[in-house]
T-cell receptor, first 115, second 113 residues
Framework: DAKTTQPTSMDCAEGRAANLPCNHS???????VYWYRQIHSQGPQYIIH???NNETNEMASLIITEDRKSSTLILPHATLRDTAVYYC????????????????FGQGTILTVHP | ETGVTQTPRHLVMGMTNKKSLKCEQH?????MYWYKQSAKKPLELMFV???????ENNSVPSRFSPECPNSSHLFLHLHTLQPEDSALYLC????????????FGDGTRLSIL
């Protein structure tokens, strides 16, 4: 799976948009970009994923650059409950082989939403 | 409501005790996983089950023994644990063993005395 690079931490004011960047310059053509987050004392929570088109769901939007070497997760109106560690993961949709379901979580970005 | 429920949420045990962690998923998924999350370390995959068969054992010590009686339930039996086994143990499920995304429970916080 391609390696990702994320800032260690970010701050955001409540009600404003939170834009979390992720670099994945070695991404392969069949690898998707996944975002998870982990709120303190909870398990990781799936947010969104995409291949090359921008994606939006009830939680967030995912913007992937045309060359697919970077992406941005957007929380349009951040709330205090969005304070969490956000993980950007790149991997194939159906791994097969010896990858099984393995998700490789890096250190992620600690997002702090303040009043 | 995550659809994946883990019990207990917290567990304190001595090194000679035997205990079990339980995970139940209500999502109709075929694959279930055990992860370990130690302080300031990334998640480590421990075991993967697909349709009640183990498909991955990621070099986990034998003091951890998984059991998957059906596709909705997953157990992690613990015996003779070490202090370094203190961690958050997370269960996850996905539609199939090689698909994403995975849905996680809130974990069991395990402390070994």
């Amino acid at each position: 799976d391609a390696k990702t690079t994320q800032p260690t931490s970010m701050d955001c004011a409540e009600g404003r948009a939170a834009n979390l960047p992720c670099n994945h310059s070695t991404i392969s053509g069949n690898e998707y970009v996944y975002w998870y987050r982990q709120i303190h004392s909870q398990g990781p929570q799936y947010i969104i994923h995409g291949l090359k088109n921008n994606e939006t769901n009830e939680m967030a939007s995912l913007i992937i650059t045309e060359d697919r070497k970077s992406s941005t997760l957007i929380l349009p109106h951040a709330t205090l409950r969005d304070t969490a560690v956000y993980y950007c993961i790149v991997r194939v949709l159906n791994a097969g082989g010896t990858s099984y379901g393995k998700l490789t979580f890096g250190q992620g970005t600690i997002l702090t939403v303040h009043p | 409501e995550t659809g994946v429920t883990q019990t207990p949420r917290h567990l304190v045990m001595g090194m000679t005790n035997k205990k079990s962690l339980k995970c139940e998923q209500h999502l109709g998924h075929n694959a279930m996983y055990w992860y370990k999350q130690s302080a300031k370390k990334p998640l480590e995959l421990m075991f993967v089950y697909s349709l009640e068969e183990r498909v991955e054992n990621n070099s986990v010590p034998s003091r951890f023994s998984p059991e998957c009686p059906n596709s909705s339930h997953l157990f992690l039996h613990l015996h003779t644990l070490q202090p370094e086994d203190s961690a958050l143990y997370l269960c996850a499920s996905s539609q199939d063993w090689d698909t994403q995304p995975q849905h996680f429970g809130d974990g069991t916080r395990l402390s070994i005395l």
